[in-house]
């Protein structure tokens, strides 16, 4: 069943791009853009990331965070936000169980194809940990702008 606006969101724990532990229930009190990418360094993932980059003041403003979560490991996730210079955290979803249970994984169509793998998408997550956003799919560009304008920045 795809998740919705007032669901709760499913709480998860992943490992960081500095090895350290991120569980999202331990955000509460704060918005979080929880978004799904499929790999790091590649054009649309690469416009996603900075496009949050580009507005994180706007975001910090608000008293929000941004993770971005791909199944990427930990030395990628490091190389990538290093690269350009993210001020956000990334997360390892080895397996990709979270983005399973966010409805981020599965089937869709690109270029006539039918393939697996994650689906481009965001959650907003507010201060009591419900989703008061939900992009699945959405494109880079689209993905920016409504998150930032779900946190209200």
Known sequence: MALKVGDQAPD??????????IKLSGLRGKRVVVY?????????????????RDNFA?????????LGIS???????????TKFS??????VDEGHKVAEQYGAWGTYE????TRTGMIRSHFVV???GKLIDVQSPVSPEDSVARAIAAIGA
């Open 110 to 113: 690109r270029n006539g194809e």
């Open 71 to 81: 199944p990427d490991d930990e030395q990628s996730h490091q190389a990538f936000k």
């Open 58 to 66: 706007k975001v910090a403003e608000k008293g929000a965070i941004v």
């Open 36 to 52: 799904f990418y499929p790999k790091d360094d590649t054009p649309g993932c690469t416009i996603q990331a900075c496009g949050f």
């Open 126 to 128: 507010d201060e009591q």
């Open 12 to 21: 998860f724990e992943l490992t960081s791009d500095e090895g350290n532990t």
């Open 86 to 91: 993210l001020p956000f955290t990334l997360l």
